[in-house]
């Protein structure tokens, strides 16, 4: 079994799908393991030290991937790399496919059994498997660090022999992953913190770690929350009266962190430009769902727009800005998954195609579109006739 690791070819991606210690797992599965040469710099990890656990360092992506029956990656393969792909490799991967159907249907074709390690059901035994929760709670760190280098006042409050600084207020929408860890890094740099978010149990979830909820808690809200833990989307009616609750929240906050996002579907709108004219010069507004239409009017992917002295941080991949970490837990995700399609007797892959996880990740395989979400759906007769 061999296993290929290239090198992301995307150029903002600065993480890489295994680390030394994640190949040296691999190996003791009797995988053998080629890296490209210069896939693990960006999150400080050198060639030598993939070569001192074992691996291969290929000199470029075709090498590292030729005849791999398993090649993990970062982020969804491009239509220019499938070529380098053998038939039937398993190619695991953040697929990020909403949207994208036309390179779904293009890994259909290529013939490679795409998975899709964000799809991982959020039961018990796939935990160490989520890549959306070990990225996103380091989005959420990470959110807070760079809210804190772009505001131009300190966070917490001091009292000094020349007077005393207020504390930061600091005012995070949306309590899932990555809001918890913004709630509770804000916390401990010393800001006032207060949070929101449609779903109840995020109530209690915002105050254990010593923040102030802020909500409409009318019967909607109650019944605001899916079966998976995901937030529905909320009627025309409770949206008006949050937003209202919001806008006279916002006007006294010195930063506001965003994380709202519905899978598959276009971040929702909650702070709007009238949002941000109404806080004060200097304010912070940093927008994690910006890659989906942004959470915040006026943001923009990749930059930090001043809008007379409130700033909008829009920047992408927030992981990523500290990829020796990311990779670290986004490879030990991928590793935990792969372990599961080793049999560990003849040290080959056996993949259960019935297990609850594949089948609930598969995108693609034997060249065709094979999870319900993107197959093509087929027209019948009678609808062809209208």
Known sequence: MKIGVPAEIDGGETRVAATPETIKKFIALGATVAVERGAGLASRI??????????????????????ADVVLKVRRPLESELPGYKSG?????????????????????????????????????AQVMDI?????????????????????????????????VPAARVFVMGAGVAGLQAIATARRLGAVVTATDVRPAAKEQVESLGAKFVAVEDEEFKQAETATGYAKPMS?????????????????????????????????RLVTAAMVASMRPGAVLVDLAVERGGNVEGSKPGEVVDLDGRRIVGYLNVAGRIAATASQLYAKNLAAFLETLVDKTSKELAVNWDDELVRATVLTRDGAVVHPAFKPKTVTADEGSL
């Not at 994208?100 to 293009?106: G, I, L, P, R, S």
């Open 132 to 164: 959306l929760s070990s990225q996103a709670n380091l989005a959420g760190y990470q959110a807070v660090i760079d809210a804190a280098s772009t505001y131009d006042r300190a966070l917490p409050m001091m009292m000094t022999a020349a007077g005393t």
């Open 89 to 125: 490799a398993l190619v695991i991967a953040t697929m990020d496919p909403y949207g994208h159907e036309d390179a779904v249907n293009a890994m259909g074709e290529a013939g490679i059994t795409a998975i899709a390690m964000e799809f991982m059901p959020r039961i018990t035994r």
């Open 46 to 67: 050198t060639d030598p030290d993939y070569e001192a656990v074992g691996a291969t360092i290929a000199p470029d992506a075709a090498a590292a991937v030729a005849d």
């Open 236 to 268: 025309p009616e409770y949206q008006v009266k949050q937003a209202a609750l919001v806008a006279e929240h916002i006007k006294k906050q010195d930063i506001v962190i965003t994380t709202a996002l519905i899978p598959g579907r276009a971040a929702p």
